[in-house]
């Protein structure tokens, strides 16, 4: 596996590995878990070639958030992805991906409003801008990202739609099911905060959305089926939710009653030091 952290040589090797066939890319902060390697994998059933990016994009977090303390552990992380086939690691510094004088920035309107949006104000104009960077860089032919982040990848295929970006087009960024640990729990960097009662705890968060949808479909009214799922959450250890809503799945518009139109429960509450965020259909 190649490692490249400044971007001429980067863009050598990209020209290199796509002489063989497609490229993949898979973009992470790094601290990888089998969420993220689940992620490699499909991108190496689609692709001659993966490759994985690593950089903890400071424009993401807002002042009060834990960029400082997110976990970085890089040589770990090479090590697994040398091991599940990757071909490419592209792992610049902050100078390498936002030099001297970078002025800048992606807003994706409408679907990275409210949700995450709302409660961390510039989070996805962070997303949107180093992401729309990566794929300028690596030039994939595809990309693969984890649906846990159901809003993200929503952002990331408007705003290469709305910038018709041909590498990758919108239609060739794909989603991948969320991986869950056995009692439920969504798998996350993140989870590597909670203390043992915590982590515990953090499984009541799929649970009661298990319930709010089986509520739902069973026909309790939607803001009903959220208020007893806020409440549960509570109850159960966690110190705040942030928002519960359900959503069209693909437009994030909220919905108040269930149709025909596919529908998404989004939810992000905070349990100790971590905010965790998770989504399921409903």
Known sequence: MQTHH?????????????????LALVPTMGALHEGHLTLVREARKRAAHVAVSIFVNPR???PNEDL?????????????LAAEGVSLLWAPDAEAMYP?????????????EGLCGAARPGHFDGVATVVCKLFNQVRPDLAVFGEKDWQQLAVIRRMARDLDLLLPTAEAIHGVPTVREA???????RNAYLSADERVQAAA?????????????GGVPVESALEALRASLL???FASVDYAEVRHAESLVPLVALSDAPARLLVAARIGPARLIDNMAV
């Open 6 to 22: 400044q971007l001429d040589p980067l863009r050598r090797a990209v020209d290199a590995l796509k002489q063989d066939g497609p």
């Open 60 to 62: 993401q977090f807002g």
């Open 68 to 80: 400082a303390k997110y976990p970085r552990q890089l040589e770990r992380d090479s090590e697994l």
């Open 100 to 112: 001297d004088g970078y002025a800048t920035t992606i807003n994706v309107g409408e679907v990275s």
């Open 183 to 189: 009692d439920g729990l969504a798998m996350s960097s």
């Open 205 to 217: 968060l799929p649970r009661a959305m298990q319930a709010a949808i089986a509520a739902m479909r």
């Open 235 to 237: 109850e159960g250890g």
